[in-house]
């Protein structure tokens, strides 16, 4: 059973640019959230999908937009990068957004703005 | 506002010694609480939670975390250390109220170095 799967696990863009990021859920998970976690410090939520539509977000400018599709995949979406854009990107899934499913973190997605 | 301290930035630690982690929250309701860790290169995988009930929580891997709200706190300690367990460890509450386990905010981490 493939768990949480992102893509891609390295890239690098200029500052300016925009760049997506992808997301397959665990098998049977239909919620993904999204984090972004800079150099030494926590994971700091992004958004999450539900049903193809965001249902919660964070502190996070509208640069950062999302997508859910029909297979419960997902992207995330920055536009004009900034360096401080520079992070580890998480995508965790559930099944259903409740308390009581427990969240499947992916690898990551290293992002570099330079 | 939910939020969650980890007062100490990197703990080092002899293999076979014991450990404990410290985190304290800041939370208006009964919390739900979170311990989480990652090693170098992975993503986030759960130690163990702690809904309602016994205040002591059981995990995987050996560890343990106790529930104290009086000091509201939640520590995550374990027996004896293995050099396996170097990684960094995030404890975590939902960033709303009754929401979901996708929907978290951690606290800045505390990395375990151990020693041989």
């Known amino acids: 059973d493939a768990g949480v799967t992102q893509s891609p696990t390295h890239l690098i863009k200029t500052r300016g640019q925009q760049v997506t990021l992808r997301c397959s859920p665990k098998?049977?998970?239909?919620?993904v959230s999204w984090y972004q976690q800079a150099l030494g410090q926590g994971p700091q939520f992004i958004f999450q999908?539900?049903?193809?539509?965001?249902?919660q977000r964070g502190n996070f400018p509208d640069r950062f937009s999302g997508h859910q599709f029909p297979n419960y995949s997902s992207e995330l979406n920055v536009n004009a990068l900034l360096l401080g854009d520079s992070a580890l990107y998480l995508c965790?899934?559930?099944?259903?957004?409740?308390?009581?499913?427990?969240?499947?973190f992916g690898q990551g997605t290293r992002l570099t703005v330079v | 506002a939910q939020s969650v301290t980890q007062p100490d930035i990197h703990i080092t630690v002899s293999e076979g010694a014991s450990l404990e982690l410290r985190c304290n929250y800041s939370y208006g309701a009964t919390p739900y609480l979170f311990w989480y860790v990652q090693s170098p290169g992975q993503g986030l995988q759960l130690l163990l939670k702690y809904f309602s009930g016994d205040t002591l929580v059981q995990g995987i891997k050996g560890f343990e975390a106790e529930f104290k709200r009086s000091q509201s706190s939640f520590n995550l300690r374990k027996p004896s250390v293995h050099w396996s367990d170097a990684a960094e460890y995030f404890c975590?509450?939902?960033?709303?109220?009754?929401?979901?386990?996708?929907?978290?905010?951690f606290g800045k981490g505390t990395k375990l170095s151990v020693k041989p």
């Open positions: 098998s049977g998970h239909d919620t």
């Open positions: 999908y539900y049903e193809e539509e965001e249902r």
């Open positions: 965790a899934s559930s099944l259903v957004p409740v308390m009581n499913t427990e969240a499947f």
């Open positions: 975590a509450v939902p960033g709303d109220y009754g929401g979901s386990q996708g929907n978290l905010i």
